[in-house]
């Protein structure tokens, strides 16, 4: 069965950092592109920072600079390290396998796979 299991989610103070880890089985991690989307309330969902194959990155401009994205291939582990968290980046955050459309985006919205989310929330 193919899952996704997202953790590390929590509140912080602005300025804090929070690990995401998304644990995939084999077959939902050997994908060509995964990444983070968030979800704020009211908002639509966007992405946050994609990974592709072989380890090509790219990250919202509203993140680039505060957030890394990461793989572990032997654990089938995806990470989004998020540090200098501001109020705004208070969203449900959602870990995503086999995001389609083409080359590995931000821009990318639709995705094979998807985990349950785990709620980030920032307080000033």
């Known amino acids: 069965q193919v899952q996704l299991v997202e953790s590390g989610g929590g509140s912080v103070q602005a300025g804090g950092s929070l690990t995401l880890s998304c644990a995939a089985s084999e077959y939902s991690y050997n994908m060509y592109c995964m990444g983070w989307f968030r979800q704020a309330p009211g908002k639509e969902r966007e992405g946050v920072a994609t990974i592709d194959w072989h380890g090509a990155t790219e990250y919202a401009g509203t993140v680039k600079g505060r957030f890394t994205i990461s793989k572990d291939n032997a654990k089938q582990t995806l990470y989004l390290q998020m540090n200098s968290l501001k109020p705004e980046d208070t969203a449900m955050y959602y870990c995503?396998?086999?995001?389609?459309?083409?080359?590995?985006?931000?821009?990318?919205?639709?995705?094979?796979?998807w985990g349950q989310g785990t709620q980030v929330t920032v307080s000033s």
């Open positions: 995503a396998t086999g995001i389609r459309g083409g080359i590995c985006s931000v821009v990318r919205s639709e995705a094979n796979y």
